[in-house]
């Protein structure tokens, strides 16, 4: 809880320019930007100090899990779609955004934390956990195309109708973690991390796998354990994850009925490529749900790896897909 909890507010800003390029063909170009003030974050509400030797109040049950209300976010986003409608039996869609959304911290509910802590590293140092938010992704495209075959005036070749949507995206980020208390906060979450020393995105990782692979995302050996009672200067969110990329691909064909009535037909395949889209590496087990708080690139102050560090074995979409169906319309 909060004692004096103070009021959130969002900011939001924005700029669209729209024109004809061509008959039929709208290009749309526009600027989006947002800034969260107030915004919840969680924190060790009494922690402990190892040069005290004791917790800042002593007579305080703890450990406290506490909200406060001073974190910020700072959202940017540059947008550019173009569309043309019915020409020559196509329409088409094109949509791409370039997006950078930063806070201090992007939820403050345990259970919802999967990429990243739900408390700051430092209660006292909020700007010290500010990075790239959980929901974060710079690039992002998506298109879509409805074909109508021009065989509409024989009955039978007539009706025929072929769609896609393609969606490609940049990465999510997550957070490297350390599976132990090093600061000695003694908080009811763990949300301590590592030094960063090195570049984890080249070499190999101590399995032999080679980095940026699922069995190797990174390179743990990029980071150390920071020294006894002290924060890790690794960033929140500074790990980025894999992209995403997915084609569906639908056919229908369509019979006109009397009274208006029509009968369709078709088969939906969804990621036609069959391109696995991998999740976030995530070794930690969050202590009120099925999911993490970030990679764990420790397991103790000796420097002893975590089991699993660095390794993906979920997905974030299915494998292919293809179904049959038929629509009456009425």
């Known amino acids: 809880m909060t004692y004096r909890p103070k009021f959130q507010y969002a900011l939001q800003y924005n700029l669209n320019l729209e024109r004809e390029v061509a008959p039929g063909a709208i290009l749309s170009a526009g600027y989006f930007g947002a800034r969260g003030n107030h915004l919840p974050r969680g924190v060790e509400s009494n922690p402990f100090e ?57 939820n403050n509910i345990d259970a919802d934390a999967v990429n ?39 009955r039978y070749l007539g009706g025929w109708q072929i769609s896609a949507i393609v969606s490609i995206h940049s990465n999510v980020p997550f957070t490297p973690m350390l599976a132990f208390d090093n600061a000695d906060v003694q908080s009811l979450f763990a949300s ?7 570049n984890p995105y080249t070499g190999v990782c101590p399995n032999g796998s080679r980095v940026g692979t699922a069995s190797c995302w990174f390179n743990p050996r990029a980071f150390s354990v920071p020294p006894p009672d ?23 064909k369509s019979f006109q009925l009397t009274g208006g009535t029509q009968i369709a037909f078709g088969a939906d395949a969804y990621d036609l490529l069959n391109h696995p889209n991998f999740e976030v590496p995530s070794n930690t087990q969050n202590a009120l749900s099925l999911g993490g708080n970030g990679d764990a690139i420790f397991r103790y102050g000796a420097g002893d790896l975590a089991d699993n560090v660095g390794q993906i074995f979920t997905t974030v979409s299915n494998s292919r897909e293809i179904q049959l169906v038929a629509r009456f319309t009425f």
């Open 50 to 106: 190892p040069t005290l030797g004791h917790r800042y109040n002593p007579n305080l049950p703890s450990p406290l899990a506490q909200d406060l209300t001073d974190a910020q976010s700072f959202y940017n986003s540059f947008q550019l779609s173009i569309s043309q409608h019915h020409a020559h039996s196509v329409s088409w869609q094109a949509f791409y955004d370039l997006s950078h959304s930063i806070d201090d911290a992007s």
């Open 116 to 154: 990243e802590p739900a408390t700051t590293q430092d209660p006292f140092n909020r700007k010290g956990s500010r990075g790239r938010s959980g929901f974060d992704i710079r690039h992002n495209f998506a298109a879509n195309v409805v074909y109508e075959l021009p065989y509409g005036r024989n």
């Open 192 to 198: 301590d991390r590592p030094n960063l020393i090195g």
């Open 230 to 252: 002290q924060f890790g200067t690794a960033g929140r969110n500074s790990l980025r994850g894999p992209a995403f990329r997915e084609c569906d691909l639908s056919l229908q």
